[in-house]
């Protein structure tokens, strides 16, 4: 069974710092690129980052770019987002998303994890 499970959300102050973590399961992450989307309240959902199944290609959204890594522990089947510099607007469910590659479908989605930034 297909899996995708986040973990790491929770609430920091502007400023602060989290690591999300989408471990995978019922497939090998091998072969797939992960997608790391987020959905504010009242807001469409957006596309944060990729990284290609390899970990060649990374794309990030402008508005996180210097502040969010993401990466890949095949190994692990687990990829990771490191969040840093974190401001109010970045407040929102987070979700990674499986992909064939950065620029397909994504076709398996997790349940997400709340990220609240707030003082």
């Known amino acids: 069974q297909v899996q995708l499970v986040e973990s790491g959300g929770g609430l920091v102050q502007p400023g602060g710092s989290l690591r999300l973590s989408c471990a995978a399961s019922?497939?090998?992450?091998?072969?797939?690129?992960i997608a790391w989307f987020r959905q504010a309240p009242g807001k469409e959902r957006e596309g944060v980052s990729c990284?290609?199944?390899?970990?060649?290609?990374?794309y990030y959204t402008d508005s996180v770019k210097g502040r969010f890594t993401i990466s890949r522990d095949n190994a692990k089947n687990t990829v990771y987002l490191q969040m840093n510099n974190l401001n109010p607007e970045d407040t929102a469910v987070y979700y990674c998303a499986r992909r064939r590659a950065c620029w397909s479908t994504p076709n398996y989605w997790g349940q997400g994890t709340q990220v609240t930034v707030s003082s």
């Open positions: 990284i290609s199944s390899t970990g060649g290609t990374i």
């Open positions: 019922g497939f090998s992450l091998d072969y797939y690129a």
